[in-house]
């Protein structure tokens, strides 16, 4: 099904027709993202609600929803893909890693907030991952910058076997956050 997460309503819809099919959510994985990089100087501020919008937003809308069925249920994990920006940041990532931080500080949140629920939160934060994130930067300057990066990036196989690990674990374990790098990546 396709879903604009950033619309409240398709959100809600998306869980929805879920359970509407298989009776039931188990696992949200929120995975939508963009990555507009550039400096904050630049005031590209379209790119900013764009990021907040998606990064954040949408997962919050997914969430909502998620928990609302999940909680009845008594169980139910939400794996939120982060980044290694959510932990770090530098020159031209500083509002992406705005959006990651904020992810990684509703986990946590959220996760406090439903350990009676049995309901499991999950961050995962990759590094340098070979999909079109880099292609919708709109700064030239930065994307010259990505292009001189010699690293062999993480493959999406990577990101969901790092995952399936964290929904696989038995239920009085929750792996809590799990950051996964290609083995070159510095930073």
């Given at each position: 099904m396709e879903c604009d997460v950033t619309d409240e309503e398709q959100a809600h819809a998306l869980v929805d027709r879920a359970i509407g099919e298989f009776g039931r959510i188990d696992i949200l994985v929120n995975n939508a993202g963009v990555m507009?990089?550039?400096k904050v100087e630049k005031g590209l501020s379209?790119?900013?609600?764009?990021?907040f919008n998606v990064n954040v937003l949408g997962l919050l809308y997914a969430t909502?929803?998620?928990v609302e069925a999940m909680k009845p249920q008594g169980s139910g994990h939400i794996v939120n893909v982060s980044s290694v920006a959510g932990r770090k940041t530098r020159p031209t990532v500083g509002v992406y890693s705005g959006t990651k931080f904020a992810?990684?500080?509703?986990?946590e949140a959220l996760r406090q907030e439903l350990l009676e629920d049995g309901i499991r939160i999950t961050v995962v934060g990759p590094g340098a991952v070979a999909t079109?994130?880099?292609d919708h930067i709109t700064d030239e300057e930065v994307r010259e910058g990505l292009k001189q990066r010699n690293v062999e990036p993480l493959q999406s196989e990577d990101?969901?076997?790092?995952?399936?690990?964290?929904?696989?674990?038995?239920?009085?374990?929750?792996?809590?956050?799990?950051l996964i790098r290609p083995t070159q990546q510095m930073n």
């Open positions: 507009l990089l550039s379209d790119e900013w609600r764009q990021m909502d929803a998620a992810v990684n500080a509703i986990s079109e994130l880099t990101v969901a076997n790092a995952i399936t690990f964290a929904v696989s674990q038995p239920q009085r374990v929750s792996v809590n956050e799990i």
